[in-house]
C-alpha cells in the first residue's frame, strides 16, 4: 500500500505523518521533533490509537479502512485534538469514552458502525453515508 503526503510524493508506509509546517530537517517520520498536527492510519489489520498520545500537538485524525480500532480513551490525553475521522472501518466502535470532549468533532463515513452516538449533539458527531 501506497500513501500520498501533501507534497504528492508516494510514501511507502502503513501510516502517513502530515506536518502543518515543514518540519525540522533532522524530523523523521517516526520522530516527534516537528509538530505533528495531522495523523492517517490507513488499511490497518489493528489500530491502537493510544499510540499517538506522544503527538501533544495534534489537532486531527483520520483512520480508513482499519479492521480493529482501539484505544479510544487516549485520545482524551490529546488537548488540541479538534477533528476525527473514521472511514471503512469495522465495528463498533466505542466512542462513548469521547463524550466529553466538547471541542472535538467526530466525522464517520461509508457506514462506521459507532457505539455511544446518543451521548453526542449532531453538530458533533456527522454521519456521512
Not at 483520520?62 to 490529546?78: M, N, P, Q, T
Request: hydrophobic share 35%.
Amino acid at each position: 500500500m501506497r500513501l500520498r503526503s501533501r507534497t504528492s510524493r508516494q510514501v511507502p508506509a502503513s501510516a502517513a505523518l502530515v506536518f502543518s509546517e515543514r518540519p525540522p530537517p533532522s524530523a523523521s517520520m517516526g520522530s516527534n521533533s516537528g509538530r505533528l498536527t495531522i495523523l492517517q492510519m490507513i488499511d490497518q489489520a489493528s489500530v491502537d490509537l493510544g499510540t499517538v498520545v506522544r503527538h501533544q500537538e495534534l489537532t486531527r485524525l483520520y483512520v480508513g479502512s482499519c479492521r480493529r480500532v482501539s484505544g479510544l480513551e487516549a485520545l482524551r490525553e490529546l488537548p488540541h485534538l479538534t477533528y476525527l475521522s473514521l472511514s471503512d472501518c469495522e465495528g463498533p466502535i466505542d466512542l462513548t469514552p469521547l463524550a466529553g470532549l466538547e471541542n472535538l468533532t467526530i466525522h464517520t463515513y461509508l457506514n462506521t458502525p459507532v457505539r455511544g452516538a446518543a451521548l453526542f449533539p449532531p453538530e458533533r458527531l456527522i454521519r456521512h453515508r
